[in-house]
């Protein structure tokens, strides 16, 4: 665990660099374009993934110094696991598709790498503008669970009580969304390194400004040199991801629920969500 204690200035989050580059770099200089210096950004984890620079995206992400949460595929690579867990099902499309990815990274990280992934915090906590906020890849249960806008929202509201927090901010699933619960939200930023099957060329990720009464959260496109990462991605053996890449559409749909399947290729609609404080929210007495 880490907590970062009271946030003043606004946040930027993301997930999944998963070993591309180009998109890695591009998001540092979208940071740095909009003032959010390195302690003020926040990644969901997946660093390592479908792509072909999965050490030179490692470094990239350690020197920038952010604050990193431990994903399934840090959790992996770090302690040398056959395979990356991501809970795909076994004889799926998308656990067949991993083992090349998945072996073509672990080929690629040093020991050294390895050991500074090891002590990656499974959650970042901190409260901004008085809101409690947990970040973390899977769920508070399980870091490998993917957690979907269309599933079931009791299940959601349970982990986040779990946890103790006004809001969770996952990772995981590849599709950034916002969800109010109550009077709790569940929040995903989105990737950088993949699209989010909605037929663009292009990541996502999340800003949280603070505001006098609460917080405003909003969802950005990022957009990068999207055909060196493909086309390196195809060189090194993975021509699905790099196909993917380019026409925005995954190589597989297995994980994906009934309603995020009919919803592949189709423009996400990602309108921001304004977060009262706890007090400001509460009805006045009488």
């Known amino acids: 665990m880490s907590d970062l ?12 660099p998963y070993s591309n580059l180009a998109a890695t770099i591009a998001m540092r200089r ?16 997946d660093l390592v993934a479908y792509c072909a620079e999965p050490g030179q995206t490692l470094d ?12 399934n595929c840090e959790e992996s690579l770090a302690f040398s696991e056959p395979d990356c867990g991501c ?9 067949v598709l991993a ?4 072996r073509y990274a672990d080929r690629r990280i040093t020991a050294e790498q390895r050991r500074w992934m090891q002590a990656l915090p499974r959650y970042i906590d901190f409260e901004i503008s ?5 970040t973390l890849h899977g769920s508070p249960s399980s870091i490998n669970e993917f957690v979907f806008a269309s599933q079931d929202s009791a299940s959601k509201l349970a982990h986040i009580r779990q946890a103790g927090v006004d809001a969770i901010i996952g990772g995981h699933c590849g599709i950034p969304f916002g969800q109010r619960l109550e009077t709790n939200y569940w929040l995903n930023a989105g990737v950088i390194g993949m699209p989010a099957n909605d037929g663009g060329r292009h990541g ?22 999207y055909e060196t990462s493909r086309q390196s991605t195809i060189a090194a053996g993975m021509p699905e991801y790099g196909a993917a890449l380019g026409s925005g559409i995954w190589p597989s749909m297995d ?7 009919r919803q592949a290729g189709q423009a996400l609609d990602l309108p921001a969500i304004q977060i009262l404080r706890p007090e400001t929210a509460r009805p006045k007495a009488g």
């Open 5 to 16: 204690g009271k946030i003043l200035d606004k946040l930027l989050i993301f997930g999944g």
């Open 30 to 45: 979208r940071a740095e374009n909009l003032g959010i210096s390195a302690e003020r950004v926040i990644c969901t984890g």
């Open 60 to 71: 990239t992400i350690r020197d920038w110094g952010i604050h990193v949460v431990m994903g």
């Open 87 to 95: 809970g795909f099902e076994a004889g799926s499309n998308c656990s």
């Open 99 to 102: 083992v090349t990815w998945y």
């Open 130 to 134: 008085g809101i409690r906020c947990r």
């Open 204 to 225: 996502w990720y999340m800003l949280i400004d603070p505001r006098v009464d609460g917080l405003n959260i909003s969802w950005q496109q990022l957009d990068y040199d």
């Open 255 to 261: 994980i994906l629920p009934a309603a995020e399947r």
